[in-house]
């Protein structure tokens, strides 16, 4: 099979729901801050995103190919709930693995995991040198290794190196990848386990999507400055959001079994839009320019900036 270098981290299928008949969408680059209107071909694909290197140093495309085959069995159940068709358990299931790739596979996910891997490393590394003395003894049980470079290690060169910060960390994409397949498997069980309500809009009105089409929507009752903190999908009250066509969104609830589907009205539709908007990592999705425009405008991510910090360690 030849290799695909280019890896859609926003399925080309999932962006056709969004486009009109010439296959084009609107996009708004919250980077350059530019409308565009582009193929669906052209947008959130990143080359060879997926491609990792296997034990013996060879490059596979085994993980883009799963998600071709992820892809293909979803695209297959989104068409019925499309075409107010019902949908089987097994395609349920097709649907609830999606999801939880399109959770994980994306940019924005990507940057979290390394920040935290980041952090992490950074505080741990702080604790083992947290004073000189801290520094003496570990250069000292490490001082054969030391040797070899040449050169004699500063214990207070060492200790303002550590507590500055004054190194840059590598994350490999490797750690991510394996991040990306294991949190997806973990989170299926519990979505097959939550109420579903598949919204559906009315004549006028339209959903948009973006980079980062999964999003969790905190409680009403949560004060707005703990947002994003302890917040998961198992967070009582919290809605789990993706948009799966301009003309619908599927928002799963608390625990339970039900499958409803709810007409939804422009007006009703519109805090939607927006917050899909907000929890953008970079690129917003539309089929119309007025509606792109529209959403940009009242979600104000025009004045949002887009570097932000994803993770907290306390």
């Known amino acids: 099979m030849k290799e695909q270098k280019r890896h859609h981290y926003v399925p080309q299928f999932y962006l056709k729901g969004f486009a009109d008949e010439h296959e084009r969408v609107w996009v708004y680059d919250r980077v350059t801050q530019q409308f565009r209107h582009q193929k669906t071909d052209q947008i959130a694909v990143i080359g060879h995103y997926y491609r990792i290197e296997k034990r013996d140093g060879s490059l596979s495309v085994e993980v883009e190919q799963y998600l071709s085959e992820v892809e293909g069995d979803a695209a297959f159940a989104l068409n019925k709930l499309d075409k107010h068709e019902s949908i089987t358990q097994e395609e349920k299931i097709h649907i609830a693995v999606y999801i939880a790739l399109q959770m994980t596979r994306v940019p924005d996910y990507e940057k979290r995991v390394k920040e935290l891997q980041e952090k992490s490393i950074r505080r741990i590394n702080k604790m083992l040198f947290s004073s000189v003395e801290a520094a ?18 500063d214990a207070e060169e060492l200790f ?21 397949l294991d ?3 973990h989170i299926v069980p519990y979505f097959m386990q939550m109420d579903w309500n598949l919204l559906r809009a009315t004549k006028g009105g339209a959903f948009i999507t973006t ?8 409680p009403s009752t949560l004060n707005p400055s703990r947002y994003g903190q302890g917040i998961g999908i198992i967070t009582p009250g919290a809605m789990k959001m ?5 003309q619908t969104c599927l928002v799963m609830g608390n625990q339970g079994d039900s499958f409803q589907e709810i007409i939804i009205t422009k007006d009703r539709l519109r805090p939607f839009n927006i917050f899909s908007a907000v929890t953008s990592d970079r690129f917003i999705f539309a089929k119309d320019e007025a509606l792109l425009r529209s959403v940009v405008e009242r979600s104000a991510v025009n004045e949002i900036p887009v570097i932000r910090e994803r993770v907290s360690i306390t």
């Open 211 to 218: 980079d980062n089409p999964f999003t969790l929507v905190p």
């Open 183 to 185: 949190l997806a498997g």
């Open 160 to 180: 303002r190196f550590v507590q500055e910060d004054q190194y840059k960390l590598d994350i490999p994409r490797q750690n991510t990848i394996r991040s990306m």
């Open 242 to 246: 993706i948009p799966l066509s301009s």
């Open 136 to 153: 003496k003894e570990k250069i000292e049980e490490s001082r054969e290794e030391l040797g070899k470079l040449g050169k004699e290690a």
